[in-house]
């Protein structure tokens, strides 16, 4: 069982940055793929990035690809998300997600986060 916490989300001008975290409990985090989603308003939800247990290996949608990096810290338990040139489309709520298998499909990810809301306003 693992329990999820994002924190860092905001509002931020276009072309602004922002990092989110995701704190993990429990003692096996470093088997977990983990992965970062997000929902605007009225619309699916849908996949921005993942991270392989070791952090050897990451993957990005093309829409925030060389623009969002993400990264883990196994002995801290957390996965961050380096958000930099935020546009308006970015705006949603971002979810962390972990999983067994290296997928992008939600679906396929057992445990979430509760969210948390990045606004690119000016």
């Known amino acids: 069982q693992v329990q999820l916490v994002e924190s860092g989300g905001g509002l931020v001008q276009p072309g602004g940055s922002l990092t989110l975290s995701c704190a993990a409990s429990?003692?096996?985090?470093?088997?977990?793929?983990m992965g970062w989603f997000r929902q605007a308003p009225g619309k699916e939800r849908e996949f921005v990035c993942r991270?392989?247990?070791?952090?050897?290996?990451?993957d990005y949608t093309d829409s925030v690809n060389g623009r969002f990096t993400i990264s883990r810290d196994n002995a801290k338990n957390t996965v961050y998300l380096q958000m930099n040139n935020l546009q308006p489309e970015d705006t949603a709520i971002y979810y962390c997600?972990?999983?067994?298998?290296?997928?992008?499909?939600?679906?396929?990810?057992?445990?979430w986060g509760q969210g948390t809301q990045v606004t690119v306003s000016s």
């Open positions: 991270i392989s247990g070791s952090g050897i290996s990451t």
């Open positions: 997600a972990a999983s067994n298998r290296w997928i992008r499909g939600d679906k396929g990810y057992d445990y």
């Open positions: 429990g003692r096996t985090f470093s088997r977990y793929i």
